[in-house]
């Protein structure tokens, strides 16, 4: 059939459309986020049975045709077992789908990213919960070409352990002299050993935990725009439960 793909990947989101059918927005290893009209497939016996695989967190394998921006959706079956994810590892990894539903451009594949996806869900699944999320946002920004330079400050100086850094979204990481006590400014200032520590992947220190979460937020806020995201709000509901 002219114009038909098929492809590995994962499904971050799916809304119905009309009576019985479907649009799924999936993250695949060579086509990047592509969204799919499955027809039919919320009505009863066969057809339903491909809603039914259209679940988060399973390997799928999918055929679609066309070449707009909306595509046709053929076939899925589950290419791997699923990751068993539950509770906060559900919910992490929602935010991740939602974070690349929010950020990545439709049709612009990154096999690296893919992978670092996998890995994430792999790292969930064991437990890791906030390394996993701080580790695989940095990978995101890099991905789509904001990466955080954690080893010179905004003067092209080397981060210094002992120094304190002021965040400048465009314009990185600037030396002060005192840490500011209130207000934004305090919630963009972070240690030189903070900012190593993060830039070395190392989150055993609940602090520099705290510092890369609010580090990443303030990253990837300016990308995200005013919407909040629906994740963190559930996150924030099953912690309060």
Avoid at 31 to 47: E, N, P
Avoid at 59 to 71: A, D, K, S, T, Y
Avoid at 180 to 201: K, M, T, W, Y
Wanted: charged content about 20%; aromatic content about 10%; some cysteine.
């Amino acid at each position: 059939m002219a114009n038909t793909s098929s492809d590995t990947g994962f499904l971050l989101h799916s809304r119905p459309f009309r009576d019985t059918s479907l649009i799924a927005d999936f993250f695949l290893r060579d086509h990047g986020r592509v969204s799919v009209l499955f027809k039919g497939v919320r009505a009863s016996g066969k057809q339903g049975a491909k809603a039914r695989m259209l679940q988060p967190f399973s390997p799928l394998l999918v055929r679609f045709q066309g070449r707009n921006e909306l595509r046709t959706g053929l076939q899925v079956e589950p290419a791997q077992n699923g990751f068993g994810l539950t509770g906060s590892q559900l919910y992490s990894g929602l935010y991740l789908n939602e974070l690349l539903v929010r950020l990545l451009y439709k049709e612009e594949p990154s096999i690296a990213l893919y992978d670092y996806y996998w890995q994430a869900l792999v790292n969930l699944q064991c437990g890791a919960l906030e390394p996993t999320l701080r580790i695989f946002e940095h990978q995101l920004l890099a991905e789509l070409g904001y990466e955080l330079d954690l080893h010179l400050d905004s003067s092209g100086e080397p981060i210094h352990s002992q120094r304190l850094y002021l965040y400048q979204p465009d314009q990185g990481f600037g030396a002060i002299a005192v840490r500011p006590r209130h207000g934004d400014f305090s919630v963009r200032c972070f240690s030189g050993a903070e900012l190593l520590a993060i830039q070395r992947n190392e989150y055993e220190d609940n602090d520099v935990l705290k510092a890369a979460k609010r580090l990443s937020r303030l990253a990837l806020q300016p990308h995200l725009g005013d919407k909040p995201l629906r994740s963190r709000e559930l996150f924030t509901q099953l912690r309060q439960s």
